[in-house]
C-alpha cells in the first residue's frame, strides 16, 4: 500500500521554464514533509521541506506547496537548469516519526 | 562537517551468502535509518535506530538486520542472500526531521 505516491514517473522541461512535481499521500497524520533530488549512483540530497502547518516554503529557486485538504504537495523549480535533470522524490513523516518515501519523478531539463 | 558515510561503496556477494553493511552518521546524529532502493520501488523503508534501539521497522523479512552502537555508527546484516536483494542501501542520519543520506552501498548478488 503506497500511501506517498508519485504518479508521473518523468517529465521532460525546456531550460529556463518551470519545473512542476507532484506528490500525493493518503494518510492525513503526516505533519512533514520533504523533497529530495538524486543522482545516478548517489544518495538521495535533501532539497526542501514543509510543515503540515504551513502551505507554503521557498528556497532559492525551490518552492514546496502543500495542500492539506488534497493530501497533495507540489515542487516547482523556477527558472529549470540542466543541472537540476535528476530523480526527485517527495517523503512524509508518519505519526511514528518513520520518512515514508514515493517512487521517484526522473526529471530532464533539455536545452 | 563530515556528512553520513557508507562502506563500502560496491560490494559483489553470491546467493545465499550473508553480507554487512556500515553507516556512520554526520556527527551528532542518534538517529540512522536503513532504506533499500530498487528501480520502479523507489525507497523502501528498512528500519531505523535511535541510541542503539530500533525504533521503526519496514516490512523486510527477518533476513535483514541491523544494530546500533554507542557512537551512533549503524551496521545492517542480511543473511542468506537472495537474488533479489540486489539494490542500492542508503543510509539516512537525522536530528530533528530532515533526513541526509549517505552515498550507498551497491550491492549485487550473482
Known amino acids: 500500500d503506497q500511501q506517498v505516491k508519485q504518479n508521473s514517473p518523468s517529465l521532460s522541461v525546456q531550460e529556463g521554464r518551470i519545473s512542476i512535481l507532484n506528490c500525493d499521500y493518503t494518510n492525513s497524520m503526516f505533519d512533514y514533509f520533504l523533497w529530495y533530488k538524486k543522482y545516478p549512483a548517489e544518495g538521495p540530497t535533501f532539497l526542501i521541506s514543509i510543515s503540515s502547518i504551513k502551505d507554503k516554503n521557498e528556497d532559492g529557486r525551490f518552492t514546496v506547496f502543500l495542500n492539506k485538504s488534497a493530501k497533495h504537495l507540489s515542487l516547482h523549480i523556477v527558472p529549470s537548469q540542466p543541472g537540476d535533470s535528476a530523480v526527485y522524490f517527495c517523503?512524509?513523516?508518519?505519526?511514528?516519526?518513520?520518512?515514508?518515501f514515493g517512487t521517484g519523478t526522473r526529471l530532464q531539463v533539455f536545452p | 562537517k563530515a556528512g553520513v558515510t557508507q562502506t563500502p561503496r560496491y560490494l559483489i556477494k553470491t546467493r545465499g551468502q550473508q553480507v554487512t553493511l556500515s553507516c556512520s552518521p554526520i556527527?551528532?546524529?542518534?538517529?540512522v535509518s536503513w532504506y533499500q532502493q530498487t528501480p520502479g520501488q523507489g525507497l523502501q523503508f528498512l528500519f531505523e535506530y535511535f541510541s542503539e534501539t530500533q525504533r521503526n521497522k519496514g516490512n523486510f523479512p527477518g533476513r535483514f538486520s541491523g544494530r546500533q552502537f554507542s557512537n551512533s555508527r549503524s551496521e545492517m546484516n542480511v543473511s542468506t542472500l537472495e537474488l533479489g536483494d540486489s539494490a542500492l542501501y542508503l543510509c539516512?542520519?537525522?536530528?530533528?526531521?530532515?533526513?541526509?543520506f549517505g552515498q550507498g552501498t551497491r550491492l549485487t548478488v550473482v
Open positions: 539516512a542520519s537525522r536530528r530533528g526531521t530532515d533526513a541526509f
Open positions: 556527527s551528532g546524529h542518534r538517529s
Open positions: 517523503a512524509a513523516k508518519s505519526d511514528t516519526d518513520k520518512l515514508i
